[in-house]
Structure formats: structure tokens, C-alpha cells
């Protein structure tokens, strides 16, 4: 196991720079998600840690040491991707085994490791079949597998499950974020989705633009985030944001104000008329999950998503008012968007 430290780190591609000096400090056996859009830097910042790219300025430590001119066999870190390679022609056992093809372990010492792998991912049953005779998810343990025999110091993960299906999906989460409870190996995991991000992660890390916009544990992120952007990023659905002021202690929504009051789906509640803010308007859709049922408002100040609960539907065209839960609201300069506090 070991520590990974990032400082300043950049990435140049010519002219343009894709990771704009970054400082990073990732604790031993921590679990680090990093989210962020599309081209923020995700992929470029785990591929410098594993050396598969090279780093244009900064420094990176593994443990003690400065590697940024190591070789990726010499760092001992061990990545999944989303298309994991494993071979059709190789059984699962050779799959996993793979890891281990320029170890100088002895063979019954790399047999030993393969076992052990198997058994802790799900796998002992399989390790003679190939893979066309499995199933997506027992496809990516092999990769997971292949990565694990090698002990890593430290296992990189860029976006391992965007190519399941959601239950798969939800599935892998679980049995990676035990994998990480048992092994206990420091891991840094890129993803899309914020449902990852919050479930699996020790702390996230937010990315804009090849930066690093906030780092904190999933329920800082989520209580403080420190603007609009990362306020959108973490919760499903994204938080409502409306036009507002403050006058005094009381918050009132308001075309001209200079806040931006956020609202989480979840906190404003249809049908309610009692709490710090009441909005009215008229629902264009509704969403039913099952205990609550996401409804879709256009209000005068733009349009919202609350929450109805105790089976409600509410119908589309109708009129309705909702109200936030008291100290729910997030309010953010209307200028800069960084965030002003709760109220
Ligand atoms: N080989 C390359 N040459 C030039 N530009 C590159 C190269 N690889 C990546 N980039 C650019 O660097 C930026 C960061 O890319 P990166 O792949 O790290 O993004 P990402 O956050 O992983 O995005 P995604 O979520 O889409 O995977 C992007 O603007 C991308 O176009
Ligand atoms: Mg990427």
C-alpha cells in the first residue's frame, strides 16, 4: 500500500493544457473518486500517476518517492479500465494470471495468488471457462482479477462500469467498495456518475477544466459544496436553483435578486405549505419511483423539480404549491455563484 501525492502536476499537449497543475494528497489505503465533465482531466490525471502518460510539469510520489521518470512496470500500480482487454482464447485462470506474465514469482506461488483472487471475487467455479462463457460482470472481476494478483501498491479504476447495465452496474459498486474494505489498498477511481462518487468514495475529488474545484468526503461535498457548479455536480436530481434575495433573515425568490437560492428535489416537498420558502406553480411531468414521486414545476422564476411523497401524483397541468423543509435552502452569490452559506 502506499501514499500518492500530486503536486502541481501538469499536462501539456502542445499549447493546450489538459491538467493545469494540480495538488493532490491521497492518503494510504484512502479511497479517492474523481468527477467532473467530460474533458475536465479525469483520465489524463490517473494516466500520470500510472505512467502511461507523461508528465509535463510537477511532481508525483508513490510512498516516499518522486516517480515521475519511472516506467509504469516500476511503479507497482495496477489499472482497470472501461474496455478492459481480457483475451477470448485464454481461460479465466490464464486471464488473471496475465497480471503476473513478467513476474519472476515461482509458478506455485502465482497458482497460490490466482486461487486466492478467484475466491474473492466470485470467480473459483469459472477459472477453467473462457470468456465468451461469462457475464459482463463476471468478465470485469476477471480484469479486476488480473489487476489484483500483482499486489499492487495501488489500484486505478478509470470508469470500470460504464459499460454494464444498471443492476450490473449497482452490483459492481458493491462488491469493488468490499474488495476495498478487505484489501484495504489505496484506490483512485474516475467515474461519471455521482452515485459512485457518493456511494464508494473516502473523499471526492471535483474537476472543472483541469482543475481541482473542491475535495472533500461525500457529506461535506453534498452540505458544503462551494459553488453552483459543484452544488449540481453531487445529488441526483441536480438541485433547483432560483433567482432571489435576502432582506434581514428572510429569503424570498425574486427575478432581480442577487442570490441564487438552491433547493434539492428531495427538500421541496409538494402539497406542503408550511416552511422557509413556498413556490407555486404548475406541474408539466411527473416522475414516479415508487415511495415518492419526482414532479416537475414551471414556476414564474423558471422551473423546479419537487418531491411528492406518500404516493401522491400529482396531475400534469395542475397547480400546486410546494415548501422547503426549514434550513434546506443553499444560497450562492448571484455573480460569482460561490457559495454564501444555509439558511
Ligand atoms: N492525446 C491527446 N492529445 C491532445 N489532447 C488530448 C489528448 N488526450 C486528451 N486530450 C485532451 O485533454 C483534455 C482532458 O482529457 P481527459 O481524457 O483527461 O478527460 P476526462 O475528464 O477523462 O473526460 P471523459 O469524462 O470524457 O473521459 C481534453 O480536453 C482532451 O481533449
Ligand atoms: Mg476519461
Redesign the pocket.
Known sequence: MATIELEKLV?R??K?E??KGIDLQIADGEFVVFV??????????L?MIAGLEEISDGTLKIGPEVVNEREPKQRNIAMVFQNYAIYPHMTVRQNIGFGLYTSKLSSEEKDKRIEEAGKILGLSALLDRRPAALSGGQRQRVAIGRAMVRDPAAFLF??PLSNLDAQLRAQMRIEIKRLHQRLKTTTVY?T?DQVEAMTMADRIVV?KD?HILQVGTPSELYESPVDVFTARFIGSPSMNLIRGTQASSRVEIGAGGNLLIGVRPHDLIAGSSEGGLRLTGTVTAVEPLGPETLVHLDIAEGSVIATARDKIVPDVGSQLTCATAAGSLYLFDGATETFQGRS
Open positions: 499536462k499537449y502542445g493546450v489538459a491538467v467532473g465533465p467530460s474533458g475536465c482531466g479525469k483520465s489524463t490525471t494516466r478509470d470508469e474516475v461519471h474537476m483541469g
